[in-house]
Nanobody, 125 residues
């Protein structure tokens, strides 16, 4: 599975961005699609996950209510809509796919085998 992330950029605090991640190659209904981010000097942080075959979603507390994950299975694409952005949201954002846990470990980046290249999001104050 290859993943291509896009949609990052520079935005003012309070603004919005939508990240996209296109998956190519083999896909199955067991796939969990996730978004993570990593700021300089910090650990990779889970943001949101969605099950390929269903509508079940999970969010980190830090983004719940501001970020929304969705997917378009016909296009093999999933998205992260980010609203009310804050300067502390500045980071490199990664999309990822895992097919081992069936949503049991959706927030654990070590379970994700496939990663996009990352897209920079910068939020100015």
């Amino acid at each position: 599975v290859q993943l291509q992330a896009s949609g990052g950029g520079l935005v003012q605090a309070g603004g919005s961005l939508r990240l996209s991640c296109v998956a190519s190659g083999r896909t199955t209904s067991n796939y969990v699609m996730g978004w993570f981010r990593q700021a300089p000097g910090k650990e990779r942080e889970f943001l949101a996950a969605i099950l390929f075959s269903g509508r079940t979603t999970r969010y980190a507390a830090s983004v719940k209510g501001r970020f929304t994950i969705s997917r378009d299975n016909a296009e093999n694409t999933f998205y992260l809509q980010m609203n009310s952005l804050k300067p502390e949201d500045t980071a490199v954002y990664y999309c990822a796919v895992e097919d081992r846990s069936g949503f049991s470990y959706y927030s654990d980046h070590s379970y994700y085998d496939y990663w996009g290249q990352g897209t920079q999001v910068t939020v100015s104050s």
